[in-house]
T-cell receptor, first 111, second 118 residues
Framework: RKEVEQDPGPFNVPEGATVAFNCTYS??????FFWYRQDCRKEPKLLMS???SGNEDGRFTAQLNRASQYISLLIRDSKLSDSATYLC????????????FGKGTTLSVSS | GAGVSQSPSNKVTEKGKDVELRCDPI?????LYWYRQSLGQGLEFLIY????????KSGLPSDRFSAERTGGSVSTLTIQRTQQEDSAVYLC????????????????FGPGTRLTVL
């Protein structure tokens, strides 16, 4: 089983749509979770951390289910600028020094 | 302030040659990471430096790969006797690690070095 699994997509949605990405991880010892965004041929950038209680940042909502080892990202009112690859990231050790990246889910928002 | 910088941005080399990739982390960041991203693949962790501690080399794929960090700042990743499968984008990231934070801090990535081994 892959350590972090994501549906690669692509997800093709119109502007204004709501889209959800899911991610599962295999390491039950993972303590911290993140969503990173990577634009084409660019470096990854942190989008948001994911907390057990769920957290929201504007149009973005992240959820974590530790029992199911499942993480989600919901994007509301999609914008053209949201087009990118979204990487699910978990820590590999308790210290959090090593991150395991999923291969990413590609989102394409069209007008 | 300046972000993480990497050089060169592109490197084309012949199979069997050695290459050195450089990373300048954000000033004051004590943690430095190297990853590589092959075409269509996720980021693969290579090595991690934290202050003066021994580096975590658990991700290095073979003994042809090595890295050092001088003076707790600049890092170089060296690949000896390059192979075609080494072709990838090599990304460096740094973070400000605080024990008080209780967890990993955000990693800031450099633009990467695109390595092509012919």
């Amino acid at each position: 089983r892959k350590e972090v699994e994501q549906d690669p997509g692509p997800f093709n949605v119109p502007e204004g749509a709501t889209v959800a990405f899911n991610c599962t991880y295999s390491n039950s010892a993972s303590q911290s979770f993140f969503w990173y965004r990577q634009d084409c041929r660019k470096e990854p950038k942190l989008l948001m951390s994911v907390y057990s209680s769920g957290n929201e940042d504007g149009r973005f909502t992240a959820q974590l289910n530790r029992a199911s080892q499942y993480i989600s990202l919901l994007i509301r009112d999609s914008k053209l600028s949201d087009s990118a690859t979204y990487l699910c990231v978990v820590t590999a050790n308790q210290a959090g020094t090593a991150l395991i990246f999923g291969k990413g889910t590609t989102l394409s928002v069209s007008s | 302030g300046a972000g993480v910088s990497q050089s060169p941005s592109n490197k084309v080399t012949e199979k069997g040659k050695d290459v050195e990739l450089r990373c300048d982390p954000i000033s004051g960041h004590t943690a430095l990471y190297w990853y590589r991203q092959s075409l269509g693949q996720g980021l693969e962790f290579l090595i991690y430096f934290q202050g003066n501690s021994a580096p975590d080399k658990s991700g290095l794929p073979s003994d042809r790969f090595s890295a050092e960090r001088t003076g707790g700042s600049v890092s170089t990743l060296t690949i000896q006797r390059t192979q075609q499968e080494d072709s990838a984008v090599y990304l460096c990231a740094s973070s400000l690690v605080s024990l008080l934070a209780g967890g990993p801090n955000e990693q800031f990535f450099g633009p990467g070095t695109r390595l092509t081994v012919l």
